[in-house]
């Protein structure tokens, strides 16, 4: 019987999952995902496998137990890893989970609420249905905790910034493993300043200098930074004021409608999908992807300021490993700062997560033999 891990990204709508050998290589050996959770559940057991009808009121736990069945017999789970997006100052490395380490995560849930309740959620169902297995959280925050102070801080009170409110920035998993990408095929570039961008339905960009994070684009919450495919990016704050006081929405109606209907949604007034608008040929599609560009081109010149100029680009996440198109624009706008390498890498983040997971286990002896 092989001892494995059993990654688990988990969103509102689909459970990416990963299962490796539990050696320091970590060998895949099945990886797949259940999608349209709520909608229409599809399951796939394998990466490009014909997709298996779900019921429609599929819930999270059956959706859980579909994974646990489609895994090889031969196989022992040694421990469960489950990406969290926000551990804030509370969780900056991986952490066994518990009951406590939970209801703490539950804390910063008005900080990611896009995410951290479906990345939580799977904890409890697995406490519930297999409270033999270890379970193990990683942080999209914690690439990013050792930044500064410059690049960490609002300029509030400090009443204000007692209570948390800073810059933590998010995508850690994706940038790690681009560090990661660059020690195996350019160590030289690794050693630099390289400004990173996970392009996707949430987008950031982060400068990386001798494999750490130096800034980033997103702050408090994974709203702020980039437009991104719902979430409006960075915005005035006296807009937010103005939405309140004025025009009278509610605190939920604000939240709806920066975290689910704006950017390229909001902007073209047709579709969050960048494939979707790139073949629209409307002027609001165009204009929304040139205005994702734009920014995104912007951040970027910000982050080699960060480190005092740059001699790489990397690009990672849905948009960013497949259109050449977005791409190209991007580095069209940063041409002012010289001609310099643009490399794509594909995000593992279920890879980074079985890494730590290893490496956490190992250094607590809980590493065993499954038989």
């Known amino acids: 019987m092989t001892n494995t891990l059993l990654a688990l990204n988990a969103g509102s709508s689909s459970i990416k999952f990963a299962l490796y050998g539990c050696a320091p290589d970590l060998p895949l050996l099945q990886k797949g995902s259940v999608r349209g959770l709520g909608t229409t559940p599809l399951f796939y057991p394998q990466d490009g496998s014909p997709a ?8 999270y736990e059956e959706a859980l137990s579909q994974i646990l069945d489609a895994l090889p017999d031969c196989h022992k789970t040694q421990a469960v890893v489950h990406r969290v997006v926000h551990g804030g100052d509370l969780y900056t490395t991986p952490v066994v989970v518990t009951s406590k380490i939970i ?3 539950k804390t910063l849930i008005p900080l990611a609420p896009l995410h951290q309740p479906h990345n939580l959620h799977p904890m409890e169902i697995f406490a519930k249905i297999s409270p033999d297995i270890s379970q193990i959280a990683v942080f999209d925050t914690a690439f990013h905790a050792q930044r500064g102070e410059l690049t960490k801080t609002f300029a509030l009170s400090p009443a204000l910034r007692s209570k948390g409110m800073k810059r933590y920035g998010f995508h850690g998993l994706s940038y790690e493993w681009i560090t990661i990408c660059l020690s195996q095929e350019r160590p030289d570039l690794l050693k630099g300043r390289v400004v990173a961008a996970h392009l996707g339905s949430g987008a950031s960009v982060c400068a990386i200098q001798n494999g750490k994070s130096v800034d980033t684009s997103m702050g408090m919450t994974a ?7 719902t979430r409006c990016g960075s915005l005035d704050p006296g807009a937010l004021l103005f939405m309140w006081e004025t ?3 509610s605190p939920h109606e604000i939240s709806h409608s920066l975290y689910h209907e704006a950017g390229l949604k909001g902007l073209s007034g047709i579709s969050n999908d960048v494939k979707v608008l790139l073949e629209d040929p409307s002027k609001e599609a165009a204009f929304a992807l040139e205005y994702f560009i734009f920014k995104t081109a912007q951040f970027m010149a910000m982050m080699a300021v960060s480190m005092g100029g740059v001699d790489a680009y990397v690009f990672s996440g849905g948009i960013g490993e497949k259109s050449e198109d977005i791409r190209r624009r991007i580095l069209e706008h940063l041409a002012f700062l010289g ?5 794509v890498f594909t995000a593992d983040e279920e890879k980074m997560m ?9 250094e607590r002896n809980m590493l065993h033999d499954p038989s």
């Open 247 to 249: 025009l009278k929405m």
């Open 103 to 105: 209801q703490n995560l």
């Open 354 to 362: 079985a890494q730590h997971a290893y490496h956490l286990l190992n």
């Open 339 to 343: 001609e310099k390498p643009s490399l």
């Open 52 to 59: 298996l009808a779900l019921k429609h009121d599929l819930s």
């Open 223 to 229: 709203l702020d930074g980039l437009p991104m495919g």
